[in-house]
């Protein structure tokens, strides 16, 4: 990926900071959906296309989602669309990451290299590199 779409997607992450308000709304910017806005914005696709608009809550959600929750749809968007899986350290801005904060998962976006940030209930949280679980770079 050229150094120009990197930096848009680099922009769209910190717009998406810049508008996460104090709480979430299940079906419009939890973690899943606020995480791959800026692929939808930048590169053009949806990655979360399959699930937007069907839910409004967590357990919504979680229906939606099915049974492997949203580390499989994680990995099935990253073959879908090719993505490559690499070391949350080598991230860059836009790369998708999985969380796991007690027994649930959570999608991040990668901000700069070495810290990802993530939706949560109280606007946005930033997280090192060593926090998620996997990466997934996404061009």
Do not use: H, N
Not at 49 to 64: L, N, Q, S
Not at 112 to 128: H, M, N, T, Y
Request: positive net charge; charged residues 25%.
């Amino acid at each position: 990926m050229d150094a120009k779409l990197r930096k848009r997607l680099e922009q769209a992450v910190l717009d998406g900071m810049a508008s996460a308000g104090p709480t979430i709304t299940w079906g419009k910017d939890e973690c899943g959906l606020w995480a791959v806005e800026p692929i939808r914005i930048v590169l053009g696709y949806d990655p979360a296309e399959k699930f937007r608009d069907r839910y409004r809550t967590r357990r919504g959600a979680m229906r939606v989602l099915g049974k492997g929750g949203i580390a499989a749809a994680l990995r099935s968007a990253a073959r879908r669309y090719g993505w490559r899986k690499i070391d949350p350290a080598k991230a860059q801005p836009g790369d998708i990451g999985l969380v796991q904060i007690g027994p649930t998962y959570g999608l991040t976006v990668c901000r700069a290299r070495g810290w990802f940030v993530g939706r949560s209930e109280q606007g946005f949280v930033a997280l090192p590199a060593e926090a998620q679980r996997m990466a997934w770079s996404v061009g």
